[in-house]
C-alpha cells in the first residue's frame, strides 16, 4: 500500500510565522524551513497549538450578565444585557 505525501498541508499561523501542520509526523514545520521539525508535544508546538482559532465570535458581548438562580445558585443565562431583557429565564430545576 502506497501512501502519498498529501501535496498540502494545512498551515497555522503563530507570531507572523506560517507552519505547516503535519498529523501524521505529529509535528509543525516552518513554511519557510520546512526541514525544521517542531513536534506537536515540544514547548514551541504547544504555544502554535494554543494559538486561538481564526474564528471568533461575530458579535462580542460587551456587557455580559450572569444570571444565576436564587434558591439553588444555578447559572441559568450568560448573555448580553440586551438579550437577558427578551428572555424569560428561569431555572428548571427549581421551577414546579
Ligand atoms: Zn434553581
Known sequence: MTNEMP?????V???GEKYFIDWRLQ???PVDRPFESIP????LGRKIDEMPEPRTDANPIENNVT???S????????GSENEA???AIYCEDCLR
Open 40 to 43: 506537536f508535544d515540544s514547548e
Open 67 to 69: 444570571v444565576t438562580c
Open 27 to 29: 509535528e509543525f514545520r
Open 7 to 11: 501535496k498540502r498541508l494545512p498551515t
Open 71 to 78: 434558591s439553588c445558585g444555578k447559572l441559568l443565562f450568560v
Open 85 to 87: 431583557r427578551h428572555l
Open 13 to 15: 499561523k503563530h507570531n
